[in-house]
């Protein structure tokens, strides 16, 4: 009982602290990459856009997103903590889901993907962000949800990026980075990627996906480059064994 008192209490409070925090940070940093904000306009012309990024910069999506103007729908996992998570990102003006891919079954709920594509099919336009190694990672290893997503609701995907000079590495299996005040942060884009028809077979879904894991690895190595940070040892592209081709991308 004591527990479920401290849970509501978490609840009500760590959202609010959460937005008063980034606040202070945003408003203390030079912000670069503004025109993150096409993402906007992708999303109007091609009726939606799924956005997939890395689960270690997870910590600022929801406000990151919402001071730039982006209406972020994405999901959160069934519990407690899923519940404080959901909290924060209805404070910034986010469309949540309920029941990500975690393996716990406190924490899933089946069919919450085929939700996801319901919502994409007959919504728009729809800008649904999916940390593609969460909830439990591997990091840097891209599950096939978002990519299936894509394909299923015909919607292109962007590989997205937010990261930060200066950041404090927790103790968790992505080593979550949470940006400090004074900072410079940077927001990438990258796409749209359209799905390939080769993508309608298992393999040809698989080979997409390797290609967009790499492109998302090239990006996060990009940002630590810029930002001057040694890049992870587990930050290492795997061999396209399955296609010779470049990632297919066009112009919005």
């Not at 986010?94 to 089946?110: L, P």
Request: hydrophobic share 40%; net charge positive.
């Amino acid at each position: 009982m004591f527990s479920k008192r401290l849970s509501r209490l978490a609840a009500l409070v760590v959202p609010h602290l959460y937005m008063a925090y980034m606040r202070l940070v945003w408003l203390t940093s030079r912000i670069e990459g503004r025109d993150f904000v096409e993402l906007n306009a992708w999303a109007r012309k091609h009726k939606g856009v799924i956005c997939l990024l890395w689960h270690e910069e997870v910590f600022t999506v929801a406000y990151g997103y919402y001071w730039l103007g982006i209406r972020i729908h994405t999901l959160a996992s069934l519990g407690e903590a899923g519940e404080v998570i959901t909290r924060m990102l209805k404070l910034c003006k986010a469309v949540v889901f309920r029941g990500g891919s975690s393996s716990g079954t406190a924490r899933k709920r089946e069919g919450v993907l085929d939700d996801l594509i319901h919502h994409m099919q007959t919504n728009e336009p729809v800008t649904l962000g999916i940390t593609v190694d969460g909830s439990k990672g591997p990091p840097y290893r891209m599950k096939m949800g978002g990519v299936v997503v894509a394909r299923d609701s015909d919607r292109p995907i962007a590989l997205v990026r937010t990261w930060y000079k200066r950041c404090i590495r927790l103790k968790t299996w992505d080593r979550m980075a949470v940006p400090l005040p004074f900072n410079r942060i940077r927001y990438y884009l990258r796409g749209p990627y359209f799905v390939p028809e080769s993508a309608q077979t298992q393999e040809g879904l698989e080979a997409f996906r390797l290609e967009l894991e790499n492109a998302l690895i090239d990006l996060a190595g990009e940002s630590y480059d810029e930002m001057g940070h040694p890049r992870p040892q587990n930050l290492v592209r795997r061999p396209a064994e399955d296609t010779s081709e470049e990632p297919t991308v066009r112009s919005a």
